[in-house]
């Protein structure tokens, strides 16, 4: 914890974390000894860890990298933040992200720029881009994220470490900061599958406090995957599994550079036994006006909780209560938050409701339906993360639709609730990480991280 601290603070420019909390971290990590020292033997004892701002904690202040909620802190811990120090771990502090988790590039934070390890001058993705840096730096051997229409799954590809997005409902969604609450889903950002199925394993489970909490007897996904492993022969550990390609993942308007590593990626797979197979998801394009209908929707409602009278900032000598509202939330929240509150309120409002939600939650069924088709001929499907390596910071200007295009190939999986991993394959142009991004159908976290495992 010692050294990992200061490798942070030498490393303050990455703009990885928020809240660097020092104090805490080595109070923390002398607790985890003692704890060790009593024969106690939870199974990430003394794990240094640091997590998304997104959750709440009462150790650190959380504030969802937004000026609304500057100085917050939380009475309470999230639920994945309590079960993983539950599992032993301990927490250095906040990691930067995307004001309330909207963005592709961690360029919405409300406090500082976070920037990719492998190339400064460009981004590390988003919205969890933070967590990305940070594990991608080895500021941390492994971070918490959210993964809301990519957030978990970009950011990894974009920074060569592995992440992953559960089944939604698998993560308890109490305690982090609601985006789009049919959508969000925590997950673990590591260096690899094995390190992300030991957290996955301490994160998940049942929670009565979110009523979309899967109602499962707890998972140990780390022994799922070595059992898979152990059952499979060496040579071919991935014999018998059928992975789908859909086309539609494969577009002329994919980088040429992120298309080849890809391709390699799965040539991987195909010599470690799995047969490739061609399917269809024939909607992937709707996705992007779906997921930015659906999304913003969600958070319009979300985010009218930040009303200056409960919580956060609240403006200067309000004339009245509406004055109070409108200067507080104008205020606190940053361009891209207040876009989409705005295109939120546009599409849920009497007479376009049934023009646009409606239609968006017809569609975000179809799409689903389609990967239940898809998984008629396939265990696992694979392609792209994104259709580019990270991009310069700035280089999207003030056009935010460029952002959004880029979600094509997360999106899906999201609005399905799916569960996704990004598995690093190489370097693509300008020597930056390729991510390939495994999707399986509902509850099948211990097959893809077989997949991932072996691939590694
Ligand atoms: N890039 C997407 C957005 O801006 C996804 C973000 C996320 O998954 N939190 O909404």
């Not at 703009?15 to 003692?34: I, K």
């Not at 789009?180 to 199925?197: K, N, V």
């Not at 003030?398 to 609005?415: E, H, M, R």
Request: charged fraction near 20%; include cysteine; glycine fraction near 10%.
């Amino acid at each position: 914890t010692q050294g990992l601290l200061a490798r942070a603070q030498a490393h303050q420019t990455l703009g990885a974390f928020l809240h660097l909390d020092t104090d805490g971290a080595l109070a923390a990590a002398a607790q985890a000894d003692a704890r060790r020292a009593a024969g106690e033997a939870a199974p990430l004892l003394g794990l240094p860890l640091a997590h998304k701002d997104i959750f709440v904690t009462t150790q650190h202040p959380t504030t969802a990298g937004s000026k609304i909620l500057e100085n917050y802190r939380s009475p309470f811990d999230a639920t994945v933040v309590a079960k993983l120090n539950a599992a032993g771990t301990h927490s250095l502090g906040k990691l930067n992200c995307d004001e309330f988790a909207m963005g592709s590039s961690n360029e919405n934070s409300a406090y500082a720029k976070a920037h990719n390890p492998w190339d400064s001058t460009r981004v590390p993705g988003g919205s969890s881009g933070g967590s990305a840096v940070a594990v991608a730096a080895g500021l941390v051997p492994a971070a918490t994220g959210t993964d809301t229409g990519g957030s978990i799954r970009q950011p990894a590809s974009f920074t060569g470490i592995t992440g992953i997005k559960p089944t939604y409902g698998r993560c308890s969604r109490y305690g982090m900061i609601a985006f789009a609450s049919s959508l969000d889903q925590a997950g673990p950002m590591a260096r690899s599958a094995e390190d992300c199925a030991l957290l996955l394993s301490a994160m998940s489970g049942f929670d009565e406090r979110d009523a979309t909490s899967l109602q499962q007897p707890p998972q140990d996904f780390h022994a799922q995957m070595l059992q898979a492993r152990a059952g499979a022969s060496a040579a071919k550990p991935l014999a018998g599994l059928r992975i789908g390609l859909p086309k539609e993942f494969f577009p002329a308007q994919l980088d040429a550079d992120v298309n080849e590593r890809v391709r390699a990626g799965l040539a991987e797979l195909e010599r470690l036994g799995a047969t490739l197979v061609e399917v269809s998801l024939p909607r992937t394009e709707l996705a992007i006006p779906v997921y930015y209908i659906i999304a913003p929707a969600e958070a319009s409602s979300n985010l009218s909780r930040f009303d200056g009278v409960r919580y956060g900032h609240r403006c200067d000598d309000p004339k009245d209560l509406l004055d109070l509202y409108k200067r507080s939330r104008s205020e606190g929240f940053g361009p891209e938050v207040q876009r989409r509150i705005l295109i939120g309120s546009y599409v849920l409002s009497h007479g376009y409701y049934d023009a646009y939600y409606l239609q968006a939650q017809k569609l975000r069924r179809m799409i689903a339906d389609d990967f239940q088709q898809a998984f008629t001929q396939c265990d696992l499907i694979a392609g792209p993360v994104a259709p580019t390596v990270a991009w310069k910071l700035g280089e999207q200007g003030d056009d935010p639709v460029k952002a959004y295009l880029a979600d094509i190939f997360t999106l899906p999986g999201s609005l399905a609730g799916l569960p996704g991993m990004s598995v690093p394959v190489g370097l693509g142009a300008h020597g930056m990480p390729v991510g390939l991004q495994l999707l399986g159908n509902y509850f099948q976290e211990g097959q893809l991280l077989h997949a991932a495992h072996a691939l590694q």
